[in-house]
């Protein structure tokens, strides 16, 4: 199981970060990404990481901006966000894959969501 956490209200400019714990198994051998979900907007792709951490890649939206890391002895995945955008509001979820994918459908694993609301 995955458990998102650490979402909230903050005003524009403002940081929050995302965790994404794993629980039942290890997830070492998995990729991690990150997807938002904003009101009336399809599931979109935020950033995922390698299970060796070695590998990144981040939608166009968030470089520069978001950075996505992982703890594998915590066995939990991070998404540090900076300089948030009213745009970026939207629930955040977690998922595990076995490969760096940008599609959704190819995770195994989703975490339940975690609400981000950026104010400006």
């Known amino acids: 199981q995955l458990q998102a956490s650490g979402g909230g209200l903050v005003q524009a400019g403002g940081s929050l970060r995302l965790s994404c714990a794993a629980s039942g198994r290890t997830f070492s051998s998995y990729a991690m990404g990150w997807f938002r979900q904003a009101p009336g907007k399809e599931r979109e792709f935020v950033a995922v990481i390698s299970w060796s951490g070695g590998v990144t890649y981040y939608a166009d939206s968030v470089k520069g901006r978001f950075t996505i890391s992982r703890d594998v002895a915590k066995n939990t995945a991070y998404l540090q966000m900076n300089s948030l955008k009213p745009e970026d509001t939207a629930v955040y979820f977690c998922?595990?894959?076995?490969?760096?994918?940008?599609?959704?459908?190819?995770?195994?694993?989703w975490g339940q969501g975690t609400q981000v609301t950026v104010s400006s």
């Open positions: 998922a595990a894959g076995t490969g760096v994918y940008y599609s959704g459908s190819s995770y195994n694993y």
